[in-house]
């Protein structure tokens, strides 16, 4: 089954039962631009005729300076879908002489809900984020590097976590 025909590509996707809309599938992808995440759902049109349409689009405030959002995934917790995602201020994922942040969003339309997880932290490349829930709710690990520079390549830093205050799961 097609379940885009946008002109535009698209890069990656990940299809998963969403609590938000009673666990119908539904599916994120990034535009090739990498400047969106595009959240899909069935949506019946006025033929009767269910197909896959946007309900939520991701997307950054420009004040920010982070555009480019790279290693989107969803997680689920409590009731909710969120998306994790790493954000650049640059297009090239690959140049490791970029500091990087880590981001979180939901995904119900008209929720502007986008936060960075990893404001105010040290310029530093922050890649690969996966989720952990745990007893006191989902953490957010990552490897980080020390951005590469004209005489030095990055240096490893470790995996580091970070809290998305989201809250412990409940019973």
Not at 31 to 47: E, Y
Not at 112 to 136: C, H, M, Q, S, W
Request: glycine residues 8%; charged residues 25%.
């Amino acid at each position: 089954e097609q379940l885009t025909d946008d002109p535009v590509g698209f890069v990656g996707a990940f299809m998963w039962n969403a609590p938000e809309y009673d666990n119908e599938l539904v599916f994120m992808t990034t535009p090739s631009g990498r400047q969106s995440i595009k959240v899909f759902r069935k949506v019946k049109g006025f033929d009767g005729v269910l197909r896959w349409t946007v309900v939520k689009t991701v997307s950054t405030d420009p004040a920010l300076g982070l555009p480019f959002f790279f290693s989107p995934e969803p997680m689920v917790h409590n009731g909710r879908s969120y998306l994790v995602f790493q954000l650049s201020p640059d297009f090239k994922f690959y140049d490791k002489s970029v500091p990087t942040h880590i981001g979180i969003s939901g995904i119900l339309p008209r929720r502007n809900d986008l936060r960075v997880l990893t404001e105010g932290g040290p310029a530093r490349l922050r890649l690969d984020p996966e989720y952990f829930i745990t007893a006191k709710g989902p953490y957010i690990y990552y490897k980080r590097s020390i951005p590469e520079t004209a005489t030095s390549p990055p240096l490893n830093d470790g995996v580091w976590y970070v809290d998305t205050k989201l809250g412990p799961p409940r019973r």
